[in-house]
């Protein structure tokens, strides 16, 4: 089993910036990946990124590349997911997750545990 705690979101300006953590508990040796998903109200849960344990290559949905960063603190078993230049539209739930082991890293069926999510708000 693995506990995830999701923490950091808030409301915000837009433009402005949040740093999501997510600190994982248990049996984190067996983690390969970490990723950050989030859900607006209505719709679907969507793939905002991910960071591999091993190498920490990183992987991001286009609609934040350049905008949000994930790293991670292995020591620590932390994962934070900053966001800048913040829209509106990042209005969502922000939920991380853990893969014991994937090669799809935006496939939320590739998951085997999630936090609680935490809420983020945008205004404009």
């Known amino acids: 089993q693995v506990q995830l705690v999701e923490s950091g979101g808030g409301l915000v300006q837009a433009g402005g910036s949040l740093r999501l953590s997510c600190a994982a508990s248990?049996?984190?040796?067996?983690?390969?990946?970490m990723g950050w998903f989030r859900q607006a109200p209505g719709k679907e849960r969507d793939f905002v990124g991910a960071?591999?344990?091993?190498?920490?290559?990183?992987y991001y949905a286009d609609y934040v590349k350049g905008r949000f960063t994930i790293s991670r603190d292995n020591a620590r078993n932390i994962v934070y997911l900053q966001m800048n230049s913040l829209k509106p539209e990042d209005t969502a739930v922000y939920y991380c997750?853990?893969?014991?082991?994937?090669?799809?890293?935006?496939?939320?069926?590739?998951?085997?545990?999630w936090g609680q999510g935490t809420q983020v708000t945008v205004s404009s």
């Open positions: 248990g049996r984190t040796a067996n983690i390969n990946a």
């Open positions: 960071i591999s344990r091993s190498f920490g290559d990183t």
């Open positions: 997750a853990s893969a014991r082991w994937t090669t799809n890293y935006a496939s939320a069926n590739e998951y085997n545990y």
